[in-house]
């Protein structure tokens, strides 16, 4: 199936940045603004946008580090990792909130939006796709290895649409009793999902990655597209 792609710009109050948006075969379709990892709109963020266009989603993936510089895309050797830290302790939150907010307009304006809205994120991406079901941006929300969400749980009460979170098993990143604090808060939501899986570890749905789990990887896809036909 094949998917149409381009950048396109967006006007925030204090400059203008870039998303990178994945139409599919169709012309039409949901949305889904869909947020980076710490590594920028790189080539694995890119290629995860065309796969959720392929399965018929209008995707839009704004450039949250604009701010630090343009269109920054890394890969995940040592310099990388330094680099994307740096990046991810000069992006301030509340702003990163704002851009997700003017994405969401930006893709309600596109004319082949046909349907409701989710945020679907990694990492970094994975705490703002959270943070804009709590923001009310979004009619649903995907959270991949959300890291920081379990500081963020004084928001949980303010998120009134359906969450699905993935969770490795392995995550060295984010220890199991984070993942369990963030479960229990949520238990009595019946819209909050929560899955953990064995033995994957931190970026396991990322294949450019060593930390890449194939089979945690092909289920969270499954799963992520089962919530999104429910929910959207």
Known sequence: MSVTTKWIDIEAADGTFGAYL?????????????IQEIFGVNEHIRSVAEQYAADGYMVLVPDVFWRSGHRIE???DEA????????????????????????????KA???????????????GGMLAYLAAADGLVDAAIAYYGGGIQNQLQRADDVRVPLLMHFG?????IPLDAVQRIAERFEHNEDVEVHIYPGAEHGFNCSHRSSYHQRAAAEAHGNSLTFLSDNL
């Open 110 to 124: 596109q004319p082949g939006l046909d349907g409701k809205l989710a945020a679907i994120g990694y990492c970094f």
């Open 169 to 173: 098993g392995a995550d060295s990143h």
């Open 80 to 107: 990388a990792w330094k680099r994307a830290f740096e990046l991810r302790q000069a992006t301030d939150v509340a702003k990163a909130e704002s851009d997700i907010a003017l994405t969401v307009a930006a893709l």
């Open 22 to 34: 994945a139409i599919p075969h169709t012309g039409k379709g949901p949305g889904i603004v869909l």
């Open 74 to 76: 890394l890969t995940y």
